[in-house]
């Protein structure tokens, strides 16, 4: 799909991994819908990049864990920029049990609903209300960010990481993927993005990186294949891919964790054998 002139909604863009996929596609002069919610520092830097008097990109304040929040944004972007192409559905809260601790914590009385309606019922939300903009046109792509504690939930060094209800919700999610390939079919591909430890997001840059011991964090370096973490512009460059590039691809999951769920156990020499 040429991106030239395309709209895109992009959630998350206040930091990190949403920032640099705002970034790139901005490169591609794709005109923009950014929602923020918290983080003001953020925001700001944010606002100072991508606002403009123009009205090229739209930004407002959404709380996408509400409907209400969610179909006002999807009127501002019928209103301000006539239409959808893209989007690319990066939108998460979840805990780190290396900060958090369990659940049963006073802090923590309402982190599982956080991690579910977060990671999962706001992605819901924003397919059920971005669809009428997507099947307007000829051609539309959706890109749904999760992680790889959907498949290792708390085993592993990264146990430490990831919590069971923002594992639960990420296995959702590429639930969410195939169902949503077959209702966009044929003019709007759904893919997705699986990550494994991306710096400013369970990786270097983050609380939870912070607080492991030197120890537990090359337990992780040495679990990945590639041993090292990823990075958001490496994260951005594979969005890109799957919203230009992969158009015979839908339904379809990526999975760019440096090849950690193959780690742990190394190859081993080939045997001799025993057959004379």
């Not at 914590?105 to 059920?128: D, I």
């Not at 270097?204 to 679990?223: I, K, Y």
Request: glycine share 10%.
């Amino acid at each position: 799909m040429n991106l030239k002139d395309k709209r895109a909604l992009v959630l998350g863009a206040a930091r990190g991994i949403g920032r640099a996929i705002a970034r790139i596609l901005a490169d591609q002069e794709v005109r923009l819908a950014l929602p923020w919610y918290d983080w003001p520092e953020s925001v700001a830097s944010l606002q100072e990049e991508f606002g403009s008097p123009s009205g090229r990109h739209l930004l407002m304040r959404a709380d996408l864990r509400q409907e209400q929040d969610v179909a006002d944004l999807c009127g501002r972007i019928a209103e301000q920029l006539g239409g959808l192409e893209a989007v690319v559905n990066n939108v998460e809260r979840g805990g780190m049990p290396i900060v958090h601790g369990d659940y049963s914590r006073k802090v923590n009385e309402q982190q599982w609903q956080r991690e579910l309606e977060s990671t999962l019922k706001a992605k819901w939300l924003v397919w059920r209300h971005t669809l009428p903009l997507l099947k307007q046109g000829a051609q539309a792509a959706v890109v749904n960010i999760s992680s790889i504690a959907a498949a290792v939930g708390r085993s592993g060094p990264a146990a430490m990481l990831f919590s069971d209800g923002y594992a639960a919700a990420n296995r959702g999610v590429s639930t969410f993927t195939e169902q949503w390939a077959r209702e966009g079919a044929p003019t709007i591909r759904v893919n997705e993005l699986m990550l494994g430890l991306i710096d400013s997001r369970h990786g270097p840059g983050t609380r939870g990186w912070q607080a492991l011991s030197n120890e537990q964090q090359e337990a992780l370096r040495v679990h990945t294949l590639l041993e090292r973490t990823g990075n958001p512009d490496e994260v951005a460059r594979a969005v890109l891919f799957l919203l230009r590039d992969a158009d015979y691809c839908t339904g379809a999951t990526l999975r760019m964790d440096g090849g950690y769920l193959l780690g742990g156990d190394k190859d081993v020499e080939m045997p001799t054998g025993v057959l004379e």
